[in-house]
């Protein structure tokens, strides 16, 4: 059983920046590929970002590529989605998700193992 704890959301001003972090309990977070997804209000949850159990490969949605970057640190058990340059059409509810041994680009095709809670990220304009 994996826990994972979101925190870093909050409001911020377009043009502004976050970084988001996902806390994981046990000891296999290593063996977890990790990545973000955000629900807004009214829309589907989809795919942001995925990063390899060694953290050597990422994946992103078009989206948020070149403003959005995924990294861990396995020896922290956490994970990070460091947001810049943020613009109101982001906000969103995100959430971290761990899934076990898969590609990265793997990611938004498949179910995930585990969800963590959300964390609010509003961007006013």
């Known amino acids: 059983q994996v826990q994972l704890v979101e925190s870093g959301g909050g409001l911020v001003q377009a043009g502004g920046s976050l970084r988001l972090s996902c806390v994981a309990s046990?000891?296999?977070?290593?063996?977890?590929?990790m990545g973000w997804f955000r629900q807004a209000p009214g829309k589907e949850r989809e795919f942001v970002a995925a990063?390899?159990?060694?953290?050597?490969?990422?994946y992103y949605a078009d989206s948020v590529k070149g403003h959005f970057t995924v990294s861990r640190d396995n020896a922290k058990n956490t994970v990070y989605l460091q947001m810049n340059t943020l613009k109101p059409e982001v906000t969103a509810v995100y959430y971290c998700?761990?899934?076990?041994?898969?590609?990265?680009?793997?990611?938004?095709?498949?179910?995930?193992?585990?969800w963590g809670q959300g964390t609010q990220v509003t961007v006013s304009s």
């Open positions: 046990g000891r296999t977070f290593k063996t977890y590929t």
């Open positions: 998700a761990a899934k076990l041994l898969i590609r990265p680009e793997l990611l938004p095709g498949r179910r995930v193992d585990y």
């Open positions: 990063i390899s159990v060694s953290g050597s490969s990422t």
